[in-house]
């Protein structure tokens, strides 16, 4: 096992096209989301919204909805109402007067190359060597040349601590350090912002400092991040907004202070007390 | 590892001595491991190798094999032309086969209740109904439908062929191949792609990678793994399945020699030929697959499994070492 991996981010992963606005301007926002599988109602109308630079926490009890509301945001869910906008772009949407037409596949393919996801099981491309799947997508998603996304994608694997795994097969990597390869993955698409889907659930405990550090530093960078997570140390330290989510509601949203010290709601005070050491 | 004289006496077992000087003092190091010893597995040795031996004499001293006929029409050149014939039946049937099947399983795995229907009631079909028969209903199309339009469907037609003209036999025996073996081969594929972990597409779609990248940097080759072995299999298959063209009169393998003996009368002795040519066949396409099979386990498993090669280089790297060990432990005694 390396050691954890040292970071410093100096350069907020903004976009060539587009880009962030200045800090403070609105990167999500989402507007009376629905989602139902079938006769289960997941999600029943989440509003949310989330600044530029900001890290977002979304916490809340299993089934509470949260990962399907992350998903939602780089349309790898459908919503069923309301809407997703990111960076003031309709997110797997066009709208018509009154009407949202579905975008096509290509568009909304588009759409998502410059919106980051980080998976619970990492699914790295276990084909593929390290180096390749973090220059995957840059190449075939954003028309990059082959050759500046290898060396950004030198650049991101040296950042995350994995410069000297550049060469090697995902399945000869601990967790944490696939891990820390699919945020480099996420990291090369230059995305406006970053979504991560309860990254450290599927790592053995003492593998989740070297992810959070990670995280960590890309949140001191200025990186845009939503991030469910059942991590509350992490989200009392880094986390600029708490959201508390339960059956499918926005039931508690404000600071780590705020959230985590002095729930106002009985349900969130009932589940921190069980996360809580 | 630093053991004093003085406890390694103490603890050593008795066929070790202490001597202070032997820079082998350890005493592990000094122990000989002794496989246990399989009497029955050697017993079952000698039994098979027995059987082998008869059998191998019946081969060679039974005059009725005819060893010399087989060597006269091995390499004749009319044998090696049907050789090419069957080759060029299995490569346009595989290949067509399996173009075909993996549109067939994308339809079965469309989200179109119709493409779905099509491709199940295809697949039902043609895995069915016998090869042989099918084969009859290509080479007899012309009976079916006298000529075969080219237009607009249920609108004029721009040209028309006369089907007995279209249809040779050779297009009847790859028609009637190929199109059997996409019955299978789409079930091969779609075992495929199926196999693959549906995390694998999801990161790719979260990555906005395009839909046919997707498909063929992404899918396809984690597919492969699942797909190469039945599809070795089915290879193999083709190659001994083409045989049964022999009733269209098409001059592969098996037909030629059929059209030998009859002429000659020496029955065993061809059919040996083909049984030799086939297996020639068959053993390389194996070869083939262990390299290409190897090929998609990059990345899958943690360590390739070795080529014979590099098999018996480690056996050989293994030997060395014992006999240097032995050399060791014989100039310390």
């Known amino acids: 096992m390396s050691a954890p991996p040292r970071v410093t981010v100096t350069e907020p992963a903004a ?5 962030p606005g200045p800090a403070g301007t609105l990167m999500v926002e989402l507007r009376g989301v629905h989602k139902a599988f079938g006769a289960l109602e997941v999600l029943r109308g989440v509003d949310l919204t989330v600044r530029a630079g900001e890290v977002t926490v979304l916490l809340g009890p299993s089934g509470s909805g949260k990962s399907t509301l992350l998903r939602t945001i780089n349309h790898l869910e459908k919503v069923d109402r309301g809407f997703v906008r990111v960076d003031g772009e309709l997110i797997g949407y066009r709208q018509a007067g009154q009407r949202l037409h579905e975008l096509s596949e290509r568009h909304i393919l588009r759409q998502r190359s410059h919106i980051g996801f980080v998976f619970q099981s990492f699914n790295l491309f276990g084909h593929l060597t390290v180096l390749d799947n973090v220059v995957e997508a840059p190449v075939s998603a954003q028309g990059r040349d082959r050759a500046e996304a290898v060396e950004h994608a030198r650049e991101l694997l040296a950042r995350v601590g994995l410069a000297d795994r550049a060469d090697e097969y995902p399945r000869r990597l601990s967790g944490g350090q696939q891990q820390r390869v699919a945020i480099a993955r996420a990291l090369a698409l230059r995305p406006k912002l970053l979504l991560f889907d309860e990254p450290t659930s599927a790592l053995d405990p003492e593998l989740v400092g070297e992810v959070l550090d990670v995280m960590r530093n890309l949140a001191l960078g200025g990186t845009t991040m939503v991030v469910v997570t059942h991590e509350i140390g992490f989200a009392r330290e880094v986390a600029d907004t708490v959201v508390f989510l339960d059956e499918g509601r926005i039931i508690e949203r404000g600071t780590p202070a705020q959230v985590l010290d002095q729930p106002r709601e009985a349900r969130t005070r009932a ?3 069980k996360v809580l050491p | 590892m630093t053991i004093s004289a003085h406890t390694a006496a103490a603890h050593a077992p008795p066929t070790t001595r202490t001597d202070s000087n032997d820079t082998a003092a350890d005493p592990a190091e000094r122990l000989t491991v002794v496989p246990a010893r399989h009497p029955w597995r050697w017993v079952a040795t000698a039994v098979v190798a027995v059987l082998t031996a008869m059998a191998l004499h019946a081969l060679v001293t039974n ?14 050149p009319s044998i090696v032309h049907a050789v090419g014939v069957t080759l060029r039946l299995t490569a346009f049937g595989i290949v067509l086969g399996f173009v075909l099947g993996t549109l067939l399983a994308l339809m079965r795995l469309s989200p179109s209740p119709l493409l779905r229907g099509v491709s199940w009631t295809y697949i039902w079909i043609f895995r069915s109904v016998p090869l042989i028969l099918q084969l009859l209903f290509w080479y007899n199309l012309a009976l079916l439908y006298r000529a075969i339009s080219f237009g ?4 004029p037609s721009f040209f028309a062929v006369g089907t007995m003209d279209l249809i040779s036999p050779l297009t009847a025996a790859v028609l009637g191949l190929s199109l059997h073996q996409a019955a299978y081969a789409a079930e091969v594929v779609r075992s495929g792609f199926v196999s693959v972990d549906p995390g694998q597409m999801e990161a790719a779609a979260a ?26 299999n089915e290879l193999i298959g083709l190659v001994k399945g083409t045989s049964v063209v022999y ?3 098409l001059s592969e393998l098996f037909y030629q020699v059929q059209v030998i003996y009859t002429r000659n009368g020496r029955v065993i002795p061809l059919l040996l030929v083909a049984a030799i040519w086939y297996l020639a066949l068959t053993t390389v396409m194996s070869i083939a697959q262990f390299y290409i099979e190897r090929y ?12 014979p090669l590099q098999r018996l280089r480690a056996s050989l790297r293994r030997a060395e070492a014992g006999l240097a060990r032995q050399r060791r432990r014989r100039s310390t005694a």
Do not use: H
């Not at chain 2, 395009?210 to 080759?221: A, D, G, S, V, Y």
């Not at chain 2, 386990?297 to 943690?302: E, K, L, T």
């Open chain 1, 15 to 19: 976009g060539p096209s587009g880009g």
């Open chain 1, 271 to 273: 589940f921190l007390s």
């Open chain 2, 63 to 76: 005059a009725a094999w005819d060893w010399g006929t087989v060597g006269q029409f091995l390499f004749a």
């Open chain 2, 152 to 155: 607009i469907p249920f609108g």
């Open chain 2, 207 to 232: 990555l906005g990678i395009p839909r046919l990248r997707q498909f063929r940097r992404i899918m396809l080759p984690q597919a492969m793994r699942t797909i190469l072995p039945t599809a070795g």
């Open chain 2, 247 to 249: 009733i269209m009169a």
């Open chain 2, 296 to 307: 998609y386990a990059r990345g899958a498993s943690r360590v390739l499994p070795p080529t």
